[in-house]
């Protein structure tokens, strides 16, 4: 079996940052960065594009998941459970 392709390894590392409920604020931004520096990809953009398929640059994909985030604290709390990252994207 040869090695793993480093585009799935990614993308598994993208799934278990977003199937964390813990990930919030400061938690989720540093999860997301960590990606970065883990497989030298620009992480925002990379979380992004596999959680939505939205292409932007990655300050425009920072910018969008800070704003998922902050929409899925509100979410949580009209619907009295955490809707997750996606639901709330």
Avoid: C, W, Y
């Amino acid at each position: 079996m040869g090695p793993r392709d480093p585009r799935r390894t990614v993308q598994d590392d993208i799934r278990e940052v977003l199937a964390d409920p813990a990930a919030r604020g400061d938690r989720l931004i540093d999860a997301i960065e960590s990606l970065g520096s883990r497989h030298s990809v620009e992480p925002f953009r990379a979380l992004l594009g596999a959680a939505i398929a939205l292409e932007r640059t990655e300050p425009q994909a920072r910018a969008a998941i800070l704003a998922i985030d902050e929409r899925r604290g509100l979410l949580q709390g009209l619907l009295a459970r955490d809707p997750g990252s996606v639901v709330a994207g």
